[in-house]
């Protein structure tokens, strides 16, 4: 016989106690901290609310979406740059991304996307004029920004892309289309990478309602809903000089982008796991079948435990990586470990907890599925599961197995 008091374990305070176990705060610095509060009462207050409709329309609140660089100041917070940084710890902009994607990897996306791949690139690569015109906009939130990279025939390979920046007269002709855009719709400016006469692959600025620009909605997506994904059309645009990034060309500028937002993501996974597993937590010990909550069960206790160890192991990951990138010692491969295996371990943990969830789980009133079909993308996007397996199988052996041997 189970005890009485089985049935009496209230769900909320079992989530405090587990909070509570799962907590780093002691490994945080209050600056951090403060801003984990901030970004959380703004998930609770913003994003929570609304976002299962904005899952279930396809739509993303662009206007509340901007409130995060304009109230919030997190766009390119930790860049050290005059035009946007405010100085905030590579480790506070993570976990401002964790307490993000506990709402929803859309909104951790739009985090990444500014901050890591427009933001960065006109920082690190970009003229005076470049970044004093867009960094201050862009970390406001007045202005929003994408990444084309990705093109119909090129995602994992971007060396293969087929987009062209070709020399005319006193200026260039850029041609080419670029597929799965966050962001492509909307944004006032576009970082596009082409390559030029030499072969050379370079970033471009191109702003909304350029002739010969158009940008249009991915229409079938069951994943990432609530976000904006786009397809971008280039047709003789013509670019002035002024609008290259000067300071960086090749293959490496693109690349150094994605290694910023693979942070991120490396941290927003760990909030997707929070999240599910709380549901988990929360419908086990309320659901009550062969006359006990589903939480007195050993198997659904594993999965529990499963949860709870893999959260912990990445969380101290993601934090390793923030201690790590504020020393300047970071390297590659350690993002790619920290992308690889935190949405790997979000990505289980999201269906585990709609396997837990029965018939509930593909329900959006327990938003589990949301996570767990947002989480696709994300195991996909800033290089694959397995295109990080090669990353850090060249770091760990030196040999590159990118290209298949004849
Ligand atoms: C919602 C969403 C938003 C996105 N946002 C952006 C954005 O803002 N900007 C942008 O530029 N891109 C964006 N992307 C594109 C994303 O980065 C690409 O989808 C990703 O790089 C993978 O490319 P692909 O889809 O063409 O897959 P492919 O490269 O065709 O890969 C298909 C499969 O083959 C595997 N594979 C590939 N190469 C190898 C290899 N050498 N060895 C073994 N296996 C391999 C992959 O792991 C994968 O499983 C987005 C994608 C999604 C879904």
């Known amino acids: 016989m189970l005890p009485d008091n089985l049935h009496k374990i209230d769900p909320e305070e079992a989530i405090q106690r587990v909070r509570a176990l799962l907590s780093i705060d002691d490994m945080l610095e209050e600056e951090e901290l403060a801003v984990r509060d901030v970004v959380r009462a703004f998930v609770a207050?913003?994003?929570?609310?609304?976002?299962?409709?904005?899952?279930?329309?396809?739509?993303?609140?662009?206007?509340?979406?901007?409130?995060?660089?304009?109230?919030?100041?997190?766009?390119?917070?930790?860049?050290?740059?005059?035009?946007?940084g405010t100085?905030?710890?590579?480790?506070?902009?993570?976990?401002?991304?964790?307490?993000?994607?506990?709402?929803?990897?859309?909104?951790?996306?739009?985090?990444?996307?500014?901050?890591?791949?427009?933001?960065?690139?006109?920082?690190?690569?970009?003229?005076e004029e470049q970044r004093a015109t867009w960094l201050p906009r862009l970390h406001t939130g007045e202005a929003i920004g994408c990444f084309g990279l990705t093109e119909p025939g090129s995602g994992s390979d971007p060396g293969s892309m087929r987009t062209t920046l070709r020399r005319n007269g006193d200026h260039y002709l850029l041609n080419g289309a670029k597929a799965w855009i966050t962001n492509g719709t909307v944004a006032d400016v576009a970082v596009v990478w082409a390559k030029d006469d030499e072969g050379k692959v370079r970033g471009v600025l191109i702003e909304k309602g350029t002739p010969g620009f158009t940008a249009t909605d991915e229409a079938h997506k069951f994943s990432l809903r609530a976000s904006i994904t786009s397809n971008l059309a280039f047709d003789d645009v013509v670019v002035h000089e002024d609008q290259i990034l000067p300071r960086r060309s090749g293959l490496g500028a693109p690349l150094g982008c994605l290694n910023q937002a693979r942070y991120g993501i490396a941290w927003g996974a760990v909030g997707s796991a929070r999240y599910t597993f709380e549901a988990a937590l929360r419908y086990t010990l309320e659901r009550v079948q062969f006359g006990a909550p589903l939480a007195a069960f050993q198997i659904q206790q594993e999965k529990l435990a499963w949860m709870f160890s893999e959260i912990t192991k990445a969380q101290l990951l993601a934090l390793r990586l923030g201690r790590l990138k504020e020393q300047g010692k970071i390297h590659h491969a350690h993002v790619s470990l920290g992308k690889r295996n935190n949405v790997w371990m979000a990505r289980e943990c999201a269906r585990k907890a709609r396997e837990m969830l029965g018939a509930y789980g593909i329900s959006g009133e327990y938003p589990v599925w949301r996570h767990m079909a947002d989480l696709e993308s994300v195991y996909t996007y800033e290089g694959t599961h397995d295109v990080h397996a090669l990353i850090m199988g060249q770091a760990i052996t030196g040999i590159s197995a990118f290209r298949a041997s004849s």
Not at 54 to 66: N, Q, S
């Open 87 to 127: 100085g905030a710890s590579y480790t506070a902009y993570g976990v401002a991304n964790q307490e993000l994607e506990y709402g929803g990897s859309g909104w951790r996306s739009l985090l990444s996307v500014q901050s890591g791949l427009v933001m960065y690139p006109i920082h690190a690569y970009g003229s």
């Open 45 to 84: 207050d913003n994003v929570l609310p609304d976002i299962d409709k904005h899952f279930e329309d396809k739509t993303f609140p662009l206007d509340v979406g901007r409130r995060l660089g304009s109230e919030l100041g997190l766009f390119g917070c930790a860049l050290p740059d005059e035009h946007c």
